[in-house]
């Protein structure tokens, strides 16, 4: 059950655009990790709902050091709001360990479908939605903070994502965060809900038959080692290009993102035969 050389270069391909698009759109990246991760461990010949729990698993792990990289640039910029993100951070990372352990126990086609469909909502959500006033400041309710941070941690748990992507929209529409201010600042909070999430999953994996090498429960050094390498330094050069573009077209390419990711969970590509 080893990896050849095929898998190692699509991974290694895979962490840098993983890292590009965490900088450029506060995303953790996994709608193009998680299906190439998949493919990557059911070819070698790991059963598929074991192999997608790993592939969610793995991944909130490689977000961790790629956000906290994309963080820092962010910071520097003056685009991170502390207060939010440690606040929605820290109760995203308490849903989340509870959201994966309902993963670890749910099948795998079930987890797809339910993160697609939260997805394309999402991005409807943005497209449809008129931009806020400028002239108002961003929340600083903590109370706020903390009842969007739980139950968007538990998703963010169940279908094995930091939770930028469901958390920017939120921020920029009710929590009146600038468009670069919500990029900046969901880099933060997905350290925290990382950490949550992937711990749950190492717990929840002990002990189960039949992970690939390199593994310890659902989270595989390998797999983390090739990911996270490429997109760690990637991930600094997308936060620094975000700040080249206005906020529109960064709006923009983050909703083109969200549909993407959502229809290919739901699995609509597969069913017409699309190899996107």
Same mark, same amino acid.
């Given at each position: ?14 962490? @840098? $655009? ?7 759109? &506060?995303? %953790?990246?996994?709608? !193009?990790?998680?299906? =190439?991760? +998949? ?112 139950? @968007? $941690? ?7 994502? &930091?939770? %930028?992507?469901?958390? !920017?929209?939120?921020? =920029?529409? +009710? ?102």
């Amino acid at each position: 059950m080893e990896m050849c050389a095929a898998q190692i270069i699509a991974l290694l391909i895979t962490g @840098l $655009g993983v890292g590009f698009a965490s900088g450029l759109l &506060g995303v %953790g990246g996994c709608f !193009i990790m998680v299906p =190439v991760q +998949f493919w990557a461990l059911t070819s070698i010949g790991v059963d598929p709902t074991i192999a997608i729990r790993i592939a969610f698993g793995t991944n909130l792990l490689v977000v961790l050091p790629t956000a906290f990289s994309g963080a820092m640039t962010h910071h520097k910029k003056g685009a991170v709001l502390w207060k939010a993100g440690i606040t929605l951070g820290i109760t995203g990372a308490v849903g989340a360990f509870f959201g994966a352990f309902i993963a670890t126990h749910l099948p795998g086609k079930v987890l797809m479908v339910a993160f697609g469909i939260a997805i394309i909502l999402g991005a409807l959500r943005m497209l449809t939605a008129k931009p806020p006033k400028i002239a108002q400041e961003p929340s600083e309710s903590i109370t706020a903070f903390i009842l969007w941070g739980i139950p @968007l $941690g538990i998703v963010s748990g169940i279908v094995g994502i &930091g939770g %930028g992507v469901l958390m !920017i929209p939120i921020m =920029v529409y +009710f929590l009146k965060f600038k468009m670069h201010q919500a990029v900046g600042t969901s880099t933060a909070l997905m350290i925290f809900t990382a950490i949550g999430g992937s711990l749950s999953f190492l717990i929840n994996g002990l002990g189960v038959q039949g992970l690939p090498p390199h593994s310890t429960g659902y989270l595989n050094w390998l797999q983390w080692i090739l990911l996270a390498g490429c997109s760690i330094p990637m991930a600094i050069v997308g936060a620094k290009t975000a700040h080249l573009l206005p906020a529109k077209q960064l709006k923009y390419i983050f909703i083109a993102v969200m549909f993407y990711m959502g229809l290919k969970m739901i699995g609509v590509f597969a069913w017409l035969n699309l190899p996107i």
